[in-house]
């Protein structure tokens, strides 16, 4: 009959498996280019007046 221990080896297993998969995920050439545009998104917006927006809080 399992016990406790023999329940918490299968919940260490999967959270491992979970979180190689997720890295694996992250660091794939495949969403390289998507993480890139998400991460220069910020600096491609433009302000709500229509105008470029300002990088690092610098005067237009």
């Known amino acids: 009959m399992p016990d406790i ?3 918490r080896a299968v919940i ?3 959270s491992l498996l ?3 998969g997720i890295v694996a995920w992250a660091y794939s050439a495949r969403r ?3 993480f ?4 220069h998104s910020v600096l491609d917006e433009t302000d709500e ?3 470029q927006a300002s990088v690092r ?3 237009k």
Do not use: S
């Open 49 to 51: 007046q229509g105008g």
């Open 36 to 39: 890139d545009e998400a991460a």
């Open 57 to 59: 809080g610098g005067k």
């Open 5 to 7: 221990n023999d329940f």
């Open 32 to 34: 390289k280019r998507g």
């Open 18 to 20: 979970a979180f190689l």
């Open 12 to 14: 260490t297993l999967v």
